[in-house]
Each structure stands twice: as structure tokens, then as C-alpha cells.
């Protein structure tokens, strides 16, 4: 059975940092690639950073320099380390796996961010 868990998020202040990780389970996770969207209030999800099964990564231009995102196929988990974070990051981060035409979601987790 398929399992996709985010876990991390909370509060943090403007210029603060938050660590989110996704833990899988029930597919090869190494065959997958892995990405982290997030929604905020009224707007439409997006694609905040993926990482693909070979490592090749790839951020939204909101968040490029601030957040990482790395995996460890050992123990089927992605990170997303997230810095100088600003009150428009505040959203729900949904972590997701995909290949070809097959997509795996966590319920997410709620990350906010302000004073």
C-alpha cells in the first residue's frame, strides 16, 4: 500500500528556517522522481522544487537560493530545507511522487510564516 507522509511543518518568523521532509513507502522510490507543491489560500497549487531519481533538482524562481531539496533513497525520504522564509511562503506543502503518468500525494502540512 502506498504511503506519502509530509512532516515538518509550523511557525516560524519572517527571515527564520523550517525543515519538511516526506517519508514513502508501498513503490521504488528511487525510481521515482519527487517534488514538494504548496498551496496558499485562494490560489492554485504550485510546483515549489522537484528532484528527479537521478538527483537533477529544479526550483520555482520564488524560492530559488532560499530552499533546498534532497533525497535519500536508503531510507525513502525527501527533505525540503527551507531558509530566509517569508510570509508568502506560508502555504500547505504537499509532497508528491510521480513517474510517467502515476502520481502519489501526501495530505500535506501547514507551514506558516510570520511575526
Known amino acids: 500500500q502506498v504511503h506519502v507522509a509530509e512532516s515538518g511543518g509550523g511557525l516560524a518568523q519572517p527571515g527564520g528556517s523550517l525543515r519538511l521532509s516526506c517519508a514513502a513507502s508501498?513503490?521504488?522510490?528511487?525510481?521515482?522522481?519527487m517534488t514538494w507543491y504548496r498551496q496558499a489560500p485562494g490560489k492554485e497549487r504550485e510546483l515549489v522544487a522537484a528532484?528527479?531519481?537521478?538527483?537533477?533538482?529544479n526550483y520555482a524562481d520564488s524560492v530559488k537560493g532560499r530552499f533546498t531539496i534532497s533525497r535519500d533513497n536508503a531510507k525513502n525520504t525527501v527533505t525540503l530545507q527551507m531558509n530566509s522564509l517569508k510570509p508568502e511562503d506560508t502555504a500547505v506543502y504537499y509532497c508528491?511522487?510521480?513517474?510517467?503518468?502515476?502520481?502519489?500525494w501526501g495530505q500535506g502540512t501547514q507551514v506558516t510564516v510570520s511575526s
Open positions: 508528491n511522487a510521480f513517474l510517467l503518468t502515476t502520481n502519489y
Open positions: 508501498g513503490f521504488t522510490f528511487s525510481r521515482y522522481g
Open positions: 528532484i528527479t531519481n537521478t538527483n537533477g533538482t
